[in-house]
């Protein structure tokens, strides 16, 4: 019989089409969100919040693998996320598959000492270190998504700085071989798209496959953080997303891999492709 596997986060970008794989592929997969709904039929569902402990003994009972999507808008999620792992280790889970970032290393604050715990103590492990999401543009609950649809513009301090753009399926398809095969990746893997791109040039792009004028808005780090406060974003969360983009100006996601092909044998999916498929959202 093929491994349990639990899956949070399963109705998000990447959740959904890890669990979807893993079911086409024959595995047991328990699906966890906060609604008692299952995202899809045909799987088992449990209720998971990470804020209420008494929904995670049900979530772990039986499992054998699990990936994890740690909590939305937390400072330290390593507080909630670690011992959560550690009791889930102890129930017998052997393989944990985590998705942090690409601009969070291994050891730093919050999700970076996740990822090391995990190297540190999970029998068989992976993390998931994806570049920024295309869906970013085209999500009406990302700050990026609401300003496009509103006004047609990007505001952002990264300036020319570029970025390996990657679809969410690309980075899902990475997550279903990294629960899936034997034996465990035990590494991390960076993932990107196969360019990288400023936000001029994907604004250029939007513009060209909606026919309406899309605007990169060259902004100062404050003034990030205050548009991002203004948009209801906690003051900490907006000053972190504010300094990442000071990161990507000075050439920190300058950089494309080889991850998608390698790991699923097939090539990423590239930002104009992307854009196609989703130009409605911006007309």
Same mark, same amino acid.
């Given at each position: 019989?093929?491994?349990?596997?639990?899956?949070?986060? #399963?109705?998000?970008?990447?959740?959904?089409?890890?669990?979807?794989?893993?079911?086409?592929?024959?595995?047991?997969?328990?699906?966890?969100?906060?609604?008692?709904?299952?995202?899809?039929?045909?799987?088992? +569902?449990?209720?998971?919040?990470?804020?209420?402990?008494?929904?995670?003994?049900?979530?772990?009972?039986?499992?054998?693998?699990?990936?994890?999507?740690?909590? =939305?808008?937390?400072? &330290?999620?390593?507080?909630?996320?670690?011992?959560?792992?550690?009791?889930?280790? #102890?129930?017998?889970?052997?393989?944990?598959?985590?998705?942090? #970032?690409? %601009?969070?290393?291994?050891?730093?604050?919050?999700?970076?000492?996740?990822?090391?715990?995990?190297?540190?103590?999970?029998?068989?492990?992976?993390?998931?270190?994806?570049?920024?999401?295309? @869906?970013?543009?085209?999500?009406? @609950?990302? @700050? +990026?998504?609401?300003?496009?649809?509103?006004?047609?513009?990007?505001?952002?301090?990264? &300036?020319?700085?570029? /970025?390996?753009?990657?679809?969410? =399926?690309?980075? #899902?398809?990475?997550?279903?071989? %990294?629960?899936?095969?034997?034996?465990?990746?035990?590494?991390?893997?960076?993932?990107?798209?196969? @360019?990288?791109?400023?936000?001029?040039?994907? %604004?250029?792009?939007?513009?060209?496959?909606?026919?309406? !004028?899309?605007? +990169?808005?060259?902004?100062? !780090?404050?003034?990030?953080?205050?548009?991002?406060?203004?948009?209801?974003?906690?003051?900490?969360?907006?000053?972190?997303?504010?300094?990442?983009?000071?990161?990507?100006?000075?050439?920190?996601?300058?950089?494309?891999?080889?991850? /998608?092909?390698?790991?699923?044998?097939?090539? !990423?999916? &590239?930002?104009?492709?992307?854009?196609? %498929? +989703?130009?409605?959202?911006?007309?």
């Amino acid at each position: 019989m093929k491994p349990r596997i639990l899956v949070t986060g #399963a109705s998000g970008n990447t959740g959904r089409p890890i669990a979807e794989g893993l079911a086409s592929e024959g595995f047991r997969v328990r699906t966890a969100t906060r609604s008692t709904t299952p995202p899809f039929p045909s799987t088992e +569902h449990v209720r998971f919040d990470w804020a209420d402990p008494t929904t995670h003994e049900a979530a772990v009972d039986g499992v054998d693998r699990m990936y994890l999507l740690v909590p =939305a808008l937390a400072e &330290d999620p390593s507080l909630l996320v670690n011992p959560f792992i550690e009791r889930a280790l #102890a129930r017998g889970v052997r393989r944990v598959v985590l998705l942090s #970032a690409s %601009a969070i290393q291994e050891g730093s604050p919050g999700l970076g000492q996740v990822h090391r715990f995990l190297r540190e103590h999970a029998p068989e492990w992976s993390v998931l270190q994806p570049s920024w999401f295309m @869906q970013n543009v085209s999500n009406p @609950q990302n @700050q +990026h998504g609401a300003s496009l649809r509103r006004d047609g513009t990007l505001m952002t301090s990264t &300036d020319k700085g570029r /970025v390996g753009f990657v679809d969410a =399926a690309d980075i #899902a398809a990475v997550g279903v071989r %990294a629960l899936a095969d034997e034996p465990s990746h035990d590494t991390a893997h960076v993932i990107t798209g196969p @360019q990288a791109l400023s936000y001029d040039d994907i %604004a250029a792009v939007m513009s060209r496959v909606s026919g309406r !004028p899309i605007r +990169h808005v060259h902004a100062s !780090p404050e003034e990030v953080r205050r548009h991002l406060q203004e948009a209801g974003m906690p003051e900490a969360y907006a000053s972190m997303l504010a300094g990442l983009d000071v990161t990507l100006r000075d050439g920190a996601e300058d950089r494309v891999t080889d991850t /998608v092909q390698r790991i699923t044998g097939r090539p !990423p999916r &590239d930002f104009e492709s992307f854009a196609r %498929a +989703h130009a409605n959202v911006w007309r």
